[in-house]
């Protein structure tokens, strides 16, 4: 017959007009798969997180969902079923009839059932397996926190406990996305220098100040792994007698930024003015100035150790100086301008300023807005002039009785302060960095500190890529249930990254053609990973009953089985499933 169509290996002659060719995605998912499987999270969440045979769906598999959603591309709870629909079942971890049951509501107890189950060993031997499987160092862990930005009211995130366990505050707080109108938890984070890898992640109320979180996590991260010699890094909320004294005590390194509040800082930069350091150049770095395009990093450790008895290291960044100076000079021309509009002001007569008190109060207010306290000196003029009107109407004569009246004029007048300006150029482009291990050169402890920003990048991860926010649950233990999944998403995308890129150096390889017109990627995030595998998928040739007929595999690119091997993931992973 014309319009049938036979199958080798099979006695089916079907009409072609009856044929239903099925798409099912695989994507980047055969990728997190294998990572996930290497860590044994399906294992780890079936032993934590107990089943019930009333369950249609285990909350392993329905975790597992979340999870992988989080490292491909975020999709809010009750959308999660859609984006599953759209895979073959395989890859997300679940079976064809699982996919249907997929909703807001059983995924949102599912995320209970998380909260409720040990996380703390969940999480302790899901990092320590990472840690073994991946061979990361430990020997240098950096922290820092960062606002979780929640829209609503949030009425039931109060605290209150769940099972014997405190859920998450949402408070108004310092809100680093700069939404202080809006509640907030805060995530504190803590990476390995290896590749950024996250290995501690908690969650405090919205209204925790850094300062106080650092000694509850050095006390988990010594839990963890069993040492205290790794260097703990954080921003100048560290550098804090109690903070610092707490990790010395017990045996701990530690290196932040030695706050510009302590009088050390101020000793110093008095004593620079006079006493020019003998520097020691530690790197350079290039710029984007194109008539400067080095930064010159240089060292000097303090003659005087901090009140707490600490090395303190100064750094000199001649970009850094340059900034400084540059930023003083507009601070100060800003402020002249700032006066010369108000003397503008005063000297019109529909001014509503009156008093002296009252221009010297503006005025130092429009210059401490333009942050120019230190350099521009201001003080009031007033002058007094005297005019004469006749008493009455009419042609004056000699009789003509006159009033004098006494007009006073305000001004602002100012003087840049030359030898504050001159004191604070002898310190410009220098920081200091405190530390309490005694033998680290001071060019080391410079390399470590730069490093920091590596983290910040695992914040841009989490709140670009993943999509934390704007969160869509109002459920606490819910919330910290999904941040747990995050955190786990986090740590499969740094496993990703850090493989491939150490995959690279290996093979001497300084980029790959990820971007598109094959231009070449020197640091492959696992976003960019997954992108080039967007539109692999299975075609699945059916027949009105339902039996498939042929299966077509994906034939991927050279690009694509590159990225693969250097994984150390055989190709195998998009073909038949076993």
């Known amino acids: 017959m014309g319009n049938e169509v036979h199958f080798s290996g099979q006695d089916v002659a079907v009409d072609v007009t009856d044929l239903d060719l099925q798409t099912r995605l695989l994507a980047g998912l055969p990728i997190v798969n294998a990572f996930y499987d290497r860590l044994g999270i399906d294992r780890l969440l079936e032993t934590h997180v107990p089943d019930d045979a009333r369950l249609r769906v285990s909350p392993a598999a329905a975790l597992g969902v979340v999870i992988r959603n989080l490292v491909v591309r975020h999709a809010p709870v009750y959308a999660l079923g859609e984006w599953a629909g759209r895979y073959d079942p395989s890859v997300v971890g679940l079976t064809p009839a ?43 862990l950096h922290n820092d926190s960062t606002s979780l930005k929640l829209s609503g009211a949030y009425g039931t995130a109060d605290g209150r406990e769940r099972g014997g366990k405190p859920t998450p505050a949402a408070r108004y707080g310092f809100s680093k996305d700069h939404r202080p109108d809006l509640k907030q938890l805060v995530g504190i984070l803590t990476v390995t220098a290896d590749g950024a890898v996250p290995i501690a992640f908690r969650v405090a109320d919205g209204n925790t100040a850094d300062v106080t979180t650092h000694i509850d996590t050095w006390d988990a991260l010594v839990a963890l792994t069993g040492r205290t010699d790794f260097l703990y890094t954080a921003d100048s909320k560290l550098a804090t007698f109690d903070n610092v004294a707490h990790i010395h005590s017990r045996g701990g390194r530690f290196l932040s930024v030695l706050p510009a509040s302590r009088k050390e800082d101020r000793i110093f930069r008095d004593w620079v003015v006079t006493n020019p350091p003998d520097w020691d150049e ?8 194109p008539e400067h395009p080095e930064d010159v990093l240089s060292t000097y450790q303090d003659h005087l150790p901090s009140a707490d008895g600490h090395r303190i290291i100064w750094i000199h960044s001649t970009a850094k100086a340059r900034r400084d100076a540059t930023r003083r000079h507009q601070a100060i021309a800003k402020a002249i301008a700032a006066i010369d509009a108000l003397n503008m002001r005063l000297s019109s007569p529909r001014c509503r300023i009156k008093t002296a008190v009252t221009a010297e109060a503006e005025a130092r207010e429009a210059i401490e807005e333009v942050h120019a306290t230190r350099w521009v000196n201001i003080h009031v003029e007033q002058d007094t002039a005297e005019s004469f009107r006749q008493a009455k109407r009419g ?39 405190i530390t309490n291990d005694p033998d680290m050169p001071a060019a080391e402890l410079l390399d470590a500190y730069k490093w920091q ?45 850090r493989t491939i890129r150490q995959a690279m150096a290996q093979a001497g390889l300084s980029e790959l053609s990820l971007y598109p017109e094959d231009r ?17 998928a299975r075609h699945e040739l ?4 339902a039996t498939v007929l042929r299966t077509f595999h994906p034939e991927l690119t050279d690009l694509q089985r590159q990225v693969l091997d250097l994984l ?11």
Not at 282 to 289: S, Y
Not at 403 to 431: C, N, P, Y
Not at 542 to 545: E, R, S, V, W
């Open 568 to 578: 150390d993931i055989p190709s195998s992973v998009y073909g038949p499933v076993t």
């Open 98 to 140: 699982d996919v249907d049951l997929l909703n807001d509501d059983r995924i949102g107890r599912m995320l209970s059932r998380l909260f409720d189950a040990d996380r703390a060993s969940l999480l302790t031997r899901l990092v320590l397996d990472a840690v073994d499987n991946f061979d990361i160092d430990l020997s240098r």
């Open 453 to 497: 920003p590596n983290l910040e990048k695992r914040h841009a991860q989490l709140k670009g890529t993943q999509l934390v926010a704007p969160m869509w649950l109002r459920d606490p233990a819910r919330i910290e249930g999904l941040l747990t999944c995050h955190f786990i998403a986090m740590l499969l995308s740094s496993l990703i990254e």
């Open 542 to 545: 059916t027949a009105p009953d």
């Open 520 to 536: 070449g990627c020197a640091a492959p995030t696992t976003a960019r990973i997954l992108e080039i595998f967007t539109g692999v």
């Open 282 to 289: 530690a790197q350079r770095r290039p710029t984007r100035d």
């Open 395 to 433: 042609r004056p004569g000699p009789n003509t009785a006159y009033i004098k009246i006494s007009t006073t004029r305000l001004r602002i007048r100012f003087t840049v302060d030359e030898d504050q300006v001159s004191h604070d150029a002898a310190s410009d482009g220098m920081w200091p960095l």
